[in-house]
C-alpha cells in the first residue's frame, strides 16, 4: 500500500513539467492610474510596441523585457480649482507648503478674532 502510494508520488514527480506562461495580460484600468495617463510600451532594443490609454489591455509575451512609460495628460490649472491646489501642493518645496498651512492658521484666527471682538 505504502509502496504504490509512493510510486504513484514518484510517477507524478516525473511527469509534471515546468510550465512557463507564454502570454501577460495587463488590464490597466486595474492599476488604478490616473485618467489622460498614456501608457508607451517599448520591447529592450527601444522600439516603440505601442501607445495605450488606462482602459486598455494588452497582451505581451513573458520571454520578452519590455519598458513601460507613463505619459501624463496636460494638467489645466483653472478648470479643476482642487485638482490645482494638489498639483501647486506638490510642485512647491516641503518648507513652503509648511508656512502656507502656517499663514492660514494664523490668518483664520486673526479674522476670527477680528470678527468676534
Partial sequence: MRASFLFLILILILISVPVNAQNVTITFSDLNIQKGVKILIYNSTGSLIGEYNTTDT???DSSQSYIFILKPSEQAWFTNPINALELFKA????????LLFAVVIVGSGYLITRIFR
Fill in 58 to 60: 494588452v497582451v505581451l
Fill in 91 to 98: 510642485s512647491v518645496p516641503a518648507m513652503l507648503s509648511y
